[in-house]
């Protein structure tokens, strides 16, 4: 033994680790110059301060598209997860939902719903039979436009489509209440079908741990207040984040599937798992958890990306969720097991339509007085102040509220996006920015201008960080 094992093992060790590497993600050491997508087919190029140095550029790890996802889909119809044939489930009589995302998720419902359609067609459903219900959660309602390029118009025109509302309390079915004392309320439409078919995507969730399976019906269709007290449940206030966590540690998804099965009748998934390209590189269907459990395990694959340790300095994009700020603060929600207390998430948010429906704050306090005041309450306390707000705060919103001071306690947050100061019209100048060398200049004094290990994320919107 001795020197010559020592040093073998060594090498050895280090092959292993370049190899884990290049199959989980790619790792580019750049410590003065990084490069990020921007938008459809441009590039942020960020100069970095001298005494920054980049641990890792933490991507995705690729996987092929299917080379034919109608043919993929059919398959799957064909051969479900832990059900028969979607033949064998369509019933005699009644109604057919199907429930599908809408625009703020990145699924090919286009290319998923037609040949779902066809086949409930060709078994001999009347389209009048069919109902498919937009699940908006607490989102805007779509135009007729985006209904109709959402599922394409031969579906659209073939069948009765409609958004989902979750303040009409006359639109809504009561079930009662999960053991986490969620009242449970889903769309009556939905909730009164025989068979109910959604159509979604399995990708990284802040909260859920990832979305997909019976996300659709929670928050997908369900009541304001159901989506509300949701989203509000964690495994403790000082473990408000849950990217990437398994199901079963997971009090949101584990509510989201007890309500879920409240409803009568069959419910039966079709899901997508997108590689980094937003190409469909898996699709799962059939029983609401066999199915999507399966469908988890490839999206593990492609999203949970290790890193070596927690960093100063995080600089997270939003590609390929570019669309708006619902999208785009996912880049820097799912960074939090990333960075070390006290560090700086530096976002940068492309938000194509800007604000789109975000509501902000009429009001900011100064930043240091706000961080003070958070570090005072502790998240225990915080938790309180979301939970007893006044009641003409919608529940929905107290999660937002809770999530983001759980955050600016413990982090800086750093954002660009010139469509968001555009909107904002420069209102919020603590944390906007739309200068490059104005915002790594200011995380840098905020870290006391000393030298920083830093973390990058191209594609940080569908990354989960995981250590090593």
């Known amino acids: 033994m001795g020197r010559t094992s020592f040093r073998s093992i060594k090498i050895e060790s280090i092959i292993a680790l370049c190899i884990e590497s290049s199959n989980k993600s790619c790792y580019v050491e750049k410590p003065m110059q990084v490069k990020m997508p921007w938008g459809r087919d441009g590039e942020l190029v960020l100069d970095l301060p001298s005494h920054w140095q980049v641990l890792a550029q933490a991507r ?13 889909i059919h398959q799957a119809l064909d051969q479900p997860q832990g059900l028969p044939a979607l033949e064998s489930l369509v019933p005699a009589a009644g109604a057919v939902a199907l429930v599908v995302d809408d625009i703020s998720r990145p699924t090919p419902a286009h290319l998923l719903a037609p040949p779902l359609v066809q086949r409930l067609l060709a078994a001999g459903v009347d389209p009048e039979r069919i109902r498919l219900v937009f699940a908006l959660g607490t989102h805007r309602a779509m135009t007729k ?60 969730h802040p909260q859920a741990g990832f979305g997909g399976g019976l996300k659709n019906l929670l928050p997908g269709v369900a009541g304001a207040e159901t989506i509300g007290r949701n989203h509000l449940l964690m495994p403790s206030p000082a473990q408000y984040h849950m990217i990437g966590t398994d199901p079963d540690a997971n009090p949101m998804r584990q509510d989201i599937e007890e309500a879920a099965q409240m409803l009568p009748g069959q419910t039966f998934i079709l899901n ?96 240091g007085l706000l961080r003070l005041l958070l570090r005072g309450l502790g998240s225990r306390g915080i938790y309180w102040l979301a939970n007893h707000l006044p009641a003409s705060v919608p ?61 990058v994320f191209p594609q940080g919107a569908v990354t989960v960080p995981a250590l090593n």
Request: proline share 7%; net charge positive.
């Open 60 to 72: 995705p790890a690729g996987m092929p598209a299917l080379a034919d996802l109608t043919r993929a």
């Open 145 to 204: 436009s985006e209904m109709r390029s959402r599922v394409t118009p031969q579906v659209f025109d073939r069948i009765q489509c409609q958004n989902h509302d979750c303040r009409d309390a006359t639109g809504l079915v009561r079930l009662g209440k999960t053991r986490f004392g969620t009242e449970v309320g889903f769309n009556r439409v939905v909730a009164e079908a025989k068979l109910r078919i959604l159509i979604g995507t399995i990708e990284p």
């Open 272 to 367: 997508s798992v997108l590689n980094p390209q937003g190409e469909a590189a898996r699709v799962v269907a059939g029983d609401p958890i066999a199915a999507h459990r399966q469908g988890l395990a490839a999206a593990r694959q492609i999203y949970c990306v290790p890193i070596p340790r927690p960093a100063d300095v995080i600089l997270s994009n939003s590609h390929p969720m570019d669309l708006d700020l619902r999208q785009g603060v996912k880049a820097v929600a799912n960074m939090p097991a990333a960075v070390k207390k006290g560090g700086v998430i530096l976002g940068f948010f492309r938000c194509e339509l800007g604000l789109e429906q975000v509501k902000l704050p009429a009001t900011f306090p100064p930043m």
């Open 395 to 455: 529940v929905e919103e107290r999660f937002i509220i809770n999530y983001s001071l759980q955050m600016l306690k413990d982090y800086h947050l750093l954002i660009y996006s010139p469509n968001l100061v555009r909107d904002t019209r420069g209102k919020y100048r603590q944390m906007l920015y739309d200068d490059l060398p104005a915002l790594l200049a200011r995380a840098d004094q905020l870290l006391g201008r000393r030298r920083a290990e830093v973390l």
